[in-house]
């Protein structure tokens, strides 16, 4: 009991002894998961260092597009991927979100374009037949605005004209597009020189605005007060020009194009600015009636017809334009009872200053009054002309005629009343109605009466000479043949007379030359006979009317 109770002494405790800590050593098997920890990691770091923006784009649709297989390209180099689509809230288009490249991070501006390149076929060319391989991609044309942006509106086809291509845009308003399109081609002086690249309706719905691009260098031929027109297709037109067709090229058929031209006399305007406006016409006759600043309007009254003229004919000088017709009218004068053609025109006073425009020295110019004042009193008129047979249109031609009557212009007037002479063609209808007048005038019935018997008595005359030239054939003709026969025997009987005479008769006998000089009576009466015979043969009628006194 006592040992129980009894306590240990603490001599008899041991001292407790501090054992110093054993050091962990690293397991060879380890190495490897941090190694590849570490690797990881730093690609991580990298991958989120490089990783490029994310933005979005929205199209219509998403034909030709796939997640994580959908190209993002600028210049045939890739510059993102798409890594979703979803369709907008609306439903009214798809949001394309894309994964972009640390390097593409300066081509997200506020004018940057994106669109979706694939096949496609149009009237003006055929382009993305790559994608038929490789597939549809995205396309990019980088912008040069510095205001960055992550969200963009896709284009619904490619644009025509990418921002870096030098050259300079304009603004053209027409009454109506006619047969352009995006991409229909523009001309100066019959080379393609640029494109259309966009066209809207007017907000008040009268007009459209149409967007072209003129590439360098030829953007400096478009001068503050170059024309524009439309040149699509085949213009055919029957005026009092005749028929006329114009074209600028083959493509110009099929797709539409645009021409443009400044006017010679004004080569030295200053360049327009890009985006400058302009007005875009129906025609080159159109445009080319436009540039005149100056415009005056003139009456002129014709006493002839005026039908073939029409609204719209040129006034034409020498084969120069200086003007058109406005209006035509008739009037009829109560006092001289005539009626009066008034044709009204517009007339370009300055196409009549070339002269004084080229002379730096005269600075002042003739007003139209003191200039148009002078060539009337050397015959300035008007006249009526006929521009083409085939379409029988007339035109107002402008002229000098040094024979044609005094003349003064009606400054009194409103509008002034220009001098005119009656057309070539007019006069000469004139006179040959006159002419024919005389000849109505003339007893035509009286002198066909006397010319038809004069004819029957020339007939009856013919006939009376016919039946006497038969008469002298019967019987004349066949008695002085009969004496012929005569004489022919006489001198036969003597012939034989003599050569029974010549054995007895010597060559110097009187008897021979007695014969002799029978022998010249008998050649001689022949003679005469012959002559007669001949005479009668030709002149049978001296028979009853003797022979024909011979005059001197």
């Known amino acids: 009991m006592n040992e129980l109770n009894s306590q240990p002494e603490l001599d008899?405790?041991?001292?407790?002894?501090?054992?110093?800590?054993?050091?962990?050593?690293?397991?060879l098997v380890w190495i490897i998961p941090i190694l590849a920890a570490i690797i990881g990691a730093s690609l991580a770091i990298k991958s989120y260092m490089e990783r490029g923006p994310v933005i979005t784009i929205t199209f219509k649709t998403g034909e030709g597009l796939e997640p994580g297989k959908t190209k993002i390209k600028y210049k045939d180099v890739q510059i993102g991927l798409v890594k979703g689509i979803a369709i907008a809230k609306d439903r009214s288009h798809v949001i394309v979100s894309a994964e972009m490249t640390k390097e593409?991070?300066?081509?997200?501006?506020?004018?940057?374009?994106?669109?979706?390149?694939?096949?496609?076929?149009?009237?003006?060319?055929?382009?993305?037949?790559?994608?038929?391989?490789?597939?549809?991609?995205?396309?990019?044309?980088?912008?040069?605005?510095?205001?960055?942006?992550?969200?963009?509106?896709?284009?619904?086809?490619?644009?025509t004209v990418t921002i870096d291509r030098?050259?300079?845009?304009?603004?053209?308003?027409?009454?109506?597009?006619?047969?352009?399109?995006?991409?229909?081609?523009?001309?100066?002086?019959?080379?393609?020189?640029?494109?259309?690249?966009?066209?809207?309706?007017?907000?008040?719905?009268?007009?459209?605005?149409?967007?072209?691009?003129?590439?360098?260098?030829?953007?400096?031929?478009?001068?503050?007060?170059?024309?524009?027109?439309?040149?699509?297709?085949?213009?055919?037109?029957?005026?009092?020009?005749?028929?006329?067709?114009?074209?600028?090229?083959?493509?110009?058929?099929?797709?539409?194009?645009?021409?443009?031209?400044?006017?010679?006399?004004?080569?030295?305007?200053?360049?327009?600015?890009?985006?400058?406006?302009?007005?875009?016409?129906?025609?080159?006759?159109?445009?080319?009636?436009?540039?005149?600043?100056?415009?005056?309007?003139?009456?002129?009254?014709?006493?002839?017809?005026?039908?073939?003229?029409?609204?719209?004919?040129?006034?034409?000088?020498?084969?120069?334009?200086?003007?058109?017709?406005t209006k035509i009218n008739v009037e009829l004068d109560p006092v001289k009872k005539e009626f009066t053609m008034p044709v009204e025109v517009q007339f370009y006073p300055e196409r009549l200053r070339a002269y004084y425009r080229n002379k730096p020295s005269m600075a002042k110019l003739p007003d139209s009054r003191t200039l148009l004042n002078s060539i009337i009193e050397n015959g300035f008129r008007a006249q009526l002309k006929s521009g083409s047979l085939l379409t029988g249109q007339l035109y107002v031609a402008l002229?000098?005629?040094?024979?044609?009557?005094h003349a003064r212009m009606n400054w009194s007037k409103n509008p002034p009343e220009f001098p005119t002479i009656t057309a070539s063609l007019e006069q000469l209808q004139s006179t040959l109605v006159q002419i024919a007048q005389k000849i109505e005038k003339l007893p035509l019935e009286e002198l066909a009466g006397d010319a038809r018997k004069a004819i029957q008595s020339l007939d009856t005359t013919l006939k009376s000479a016919d039946k006497m030239l038969k008469q002298v054939d019967g019987a004349v003709v066949p008695e002085v043949r009969s004496a012929l026969d005569d004489v022919r025997k006489t001198l036969d009987d003597f012939r034989k007379t003599l050569s029974g005479a010549k054995q007895v008769l010597s060559a110097d006998a009187p008897l021979q030359h007695d014969m002799r000089e029978t022998m010249r009576e008998l050649s001689r009466a022949a003679q005469s006979l012959r002559g007669l015979a001949d005479y009668l043969d030709r002149n049978p009628e001296a028979l009853i009317r003797g022979k024909k006194e011979e005059r001197p």
């Open 12 to 27: 008899d405790i041991p001292d407790a002894v501090v054992e110093p800590r054993r050091r962990r050593t690293l397991q």
């Open 104 to 159: 593409s991070e300066g081509l997200l501006v506020e004018d940057t374009r994106f669109w979706v390149v694939r096949a496609r076929v149009s009237a003006g060319n055929v382009s993305g037949l790559g994608t038929l391989i490789g597939g549809a991609y995205i396309g990019v044309d980088a912008g040069v605005s510095k205001t960055p942006l992550l969200a963009f509106k896709g284009l619904d086809r490619p644009p």
């Open 166 to 325: 030098p050259g300079r845009q304009f603004v053209l308003h027409a009454a109506n597009i006619g047969s352009l399109d995006i991409g229909s081609p523009v001309y100066y002086r019959r080379i393609q020189v640029g494109e259309v690249i966009a066209y809207d309706l007017d907000k008040n719905g009268k007009g459209v605005t149409l967007k072209v691009f003129v590439q360098a260098p030829f953007g400096e031929y478009v001068k503050v007060n170059t024309l524009f027109w439309h040149a699509s297709g085949i213009d055919l037109s029957l005026d009092a020009n005749g028929v006329k067709i114009n074209t600028e090229s083959i493509v110009s058929i099929l797709l539409g194009g645009i021409s443009f031209q400044t006017m010679d006399d004004s080569v030295n305007a200053a360049p327009a600015t890009p985006n400058s406006t302009f007005i875009l016409f129906a025609n080159r006759d159109e445009a080319m009636k436009r540039p005149d600043t100056v415009v005056e309007t003139y009456v002129l009254a014709f006493k002839e017809s005026v039908r073939g003229l029409t609204v719209g004919a040129p006034v034409d000088l020498r084969g120069v334009t200086v003007g058109e017709v």
């Open 399 to 405: 002229d000098l005629f040094p024979n044609a009557p």
